[in-house]
T-cell receptor, first 111, second 113 residues
Framework: GEDVEQSLFLSVREGDSSVINCTYT??????LYWYKQEPGAGLQLLTY?????DMKQDQRLTVLLNKKDKHLSLRIADTQTGDSAIYFC???????????FGTGTQLKVEL | DAMVIQNPRYQVTQFGKPVTLSCSQT?????MYWYQQKSSQAPKLLFH???????NEADTPDNFQSRRPNTSFCFLDIRSPGLGDAAMYLC????????????FGPGTRLTVT
């Protein structure tokens, strides 16, 4: 079945850029998403990208998609302490209205 | 305004005592999902409703049931909770034909004593 992998932890200093990476295995992925989860809360949709796009920018967030390598990344510019959370990537392949979630990356922002 | 609402936010139940978690949405989305999330793990899909059609995941225990009486509401019933069912339960919705993104509620934290 589909596999979506992420590194477990990332630590950055406040004001630096953060880059969270994700790899997936299903070449038929049509949409890819980034979600943010703060402690004790649900998942908040941050942004998504359609598979025919290479890049999408939304304020401080930049999503890059490399379909050939099946690699997705989320760049957060000027990272703030409020960005500390777990970030999940997810993909949709069109089958069964379901998303496949990655393992999640815990982002820690230090002063 | 909250779009996906879950009640209660925290639920304590006794081992073996049935419990029901509820979810409602104001988005008029036709698909509703229930996920189980344990600490430091990704959400695990239990089942989803596509309109009125119920779709169970193959590895969802029989102990978990769901009801969707109308478009806005969906319930998760745990018939005989075990200690291993303690988790965060997340409800989500999506609309077919958009970009299929799912919108999540705040979750219900279930404790089993």
């Amino acid at each position: 079945g589909e596999d979506v992998e992420q590194s477990l932890f990332l630590s950055v200093r406040e004001g630096d850029s953060s880059v969270i990476n994700c790899t997936y295995t299903d070449s038929s992925s049509t949409y890819l998403y980034w979600y943010k989860q703060e402690p004790g809360a649900g998942l908040q949709l941050l942004t998504y990208i359609f598979s025919n796009m290479d890049m999408k920018q939304d304020q401080r967030l930049t999503v890059l998609l490399n379909k050939k390598d099946k690699h997705l990344s989320l760049r957060i510019a000027d990272t703030q302490t409020g960005d500390s959370a777990i970030y999940f990537c997810a993909d949709f392949t069109g089958g069964g209205n379901k998303l496949t979630f990655g393992t999640g990356t815990q982002l820690k922002v230090e002063l | 305004d909250a779009m996906v609402i879950q009640n209660p936010r925290y639920q304590v139940t006794q081992f073996g005592k049935p419990v029901t978690l509820s979810c409602s949405q104001t988005l008029n989305h036709n698909v509703m999902y229930w996920y189980q999330q344990k600490s430091s793990q990704a959400p695990k899909l239990l089942f989803h409703y596509y309109d009125k059609d119920f779709n169970n995941e193959a590895d969802t225990p029989d102990n978990f049931q769901s009801r969707r009486p109308n478009t806005s509401f969906c319930f998760l019933d745990i018939r005989s909770p075990g200690l291993g069912d303690a988790a965060m339960y997340l409800c989500a919705t999506s609309r077919e034909g958009d970009s299929y993104e799912q919108y999540f509620g705040p979750g219900t934290r279930l404790t089993v004593t």
